[in-house]
């Protein structure tokens, strides 16, 4: 990410829950026109892959407050 994208990811996440929500929805919404029929079917390869991966024991899923915790120690890092 640009030190730009990480300001405004730094700024978006201090927004309250539902603005950050609103934000967000907005976001993907802008995302739909750009969508190829293709990433859409490599999406959901890749979501089998990571569910079979999560069944079979191979993953271990990490509680969102620990991913939180990364993701801000890697924005903060910058």
Do not use: F, H
Request: glycine fraction near 4%; include cysteine; proline fraction near 4%.
């Amino acid at each position: 990410m640009t030190e730009e994208v990480c300001d405004l990811l730094k700024k978006a996440l201090a927004l309250p829950a539902e603005a950050r929500a609103a934000l967000a929805g907005s976001l993907l919404e802008s995302l739909d026109d750009t969508v190829a029929a293709s990433a859409e079917e490599a999406w959901s390869q890749e979501i089998a892959r990571r569910i079979e991966e999560l069944d079979s024991g191979k993953m271990k899923p990490i509680p969102w407050a620990e991913a939180r915790r990364q993701i801000s120690a890697i924005l903060n890092g910058r």
